[in-house]
């Protein structure tokens, strides 16, 4: 199983770009979400899914949007970036009985 | 969002030395879960704990769901250099899981 898996990896965007920070996950989990992780900050929930179809807000969703057609997938959009953006996003998804399940980050500058 | 406090913000141990963090909150839970990321990674989870007073280990791990609801603590016993990383406390309020800020814990051989 390859868990939650994330790409890219490393990203460096120009302010005003957009992008979309990939998220999958093999698990067959039901719930999954997005958080920035920011220096003294801890991890900070942008958005989530229950399931497929079904999006809501989280703590700092401005600035974001989420979508989730597929089960397996949770992409995180980007539609105008601001140097505020710049951060570690992490992806996580968990379904019955399971711990939350972490990708490894995107690491993402605006500059 | 659920402010969760954690302490220390961070620590510098000798090899063997035992550890103590904790996580406190102004509001109740009923699910405290401890987090750890290595450098370069996500988290992962060390321990969930589930009943107030609750006290479960995980091998030189030790975590305890405070009999108020509003706190946890982790302590790592004779603590080794892999130790070395970000542990993070989590509570679960409906579909909505909330992070400490964190506790970096430096382990010098």
């Known amino acids: 199983n390859a868990g939650v898996t994330q790409t890219p990896k490393f990203q460096v965007l120009k302010t005003g770009q957009s992008m979309t920070l990939q998220c999958a996950q093999d698990?067959?989990?039901?719930?999954m979400s997005w958080y920035r992780q920011d220096p003294g900050m801890g991890l900070r929930l942008i958005h989530y899914s229950v399931g497929a179809g079904i999006t809501d807000q989280g703590e700092v969703p401005n600035g974001y949007n989420v979508s989730r057609s597929t089960t397996e997938d949770f992409p995180l959009r980007l539609l105008s970036a601001a140097p505020s953006q710049t951060s570690v996003y992490f992806c996580?998804?968990?379904?019955?009985?399971?711990?939350?399940?972490f990708g490894n980050g995107t690491r993402l500058t605006v500059t | 969002g659920q402010q969760l406090n954690q302490s220390p913000q961070s620590m510098f141990i000798q090899e063997g030395e035992d550890v103590s963090m904790n996580c406190t909150s102004s509001?109740?839970?009923?699910?405290w879960l401890w987090y750890k990321q290595d450098p370069g990674e996500g988290p992962v989870l060390l321990i969930a704990?589930?009943?107030?007073?609750e006290l479960t280990s995980n091998g030189r791990l030790t975590a305890q769901f405070g009999i108020t609801r509003k706190d946890s603590f982790l302590n790592i016993s004779a603590s080794i250099p892999s130790d070395v990383g970000i542990y993070f406390c989590?509570?679960?309020?409906?579909?909505?899981?909330?992070f400490g800020t964190g506790t970096s814990l430096t382990v010098i051989p």
């Open positions: 698990m067959n989990h039901e719930y």
């Open positions: 509001s109740i839970f009923n699910t």
């Open positions: 704990l589930y009943k107030a007073g």
């Open positions: 989590a509570v679960l309020r409906g579909n909505q899981f909330y």
């Open positions: 996580a998804s968990t379904g019955a009985n399971s711990p939350l399940h």
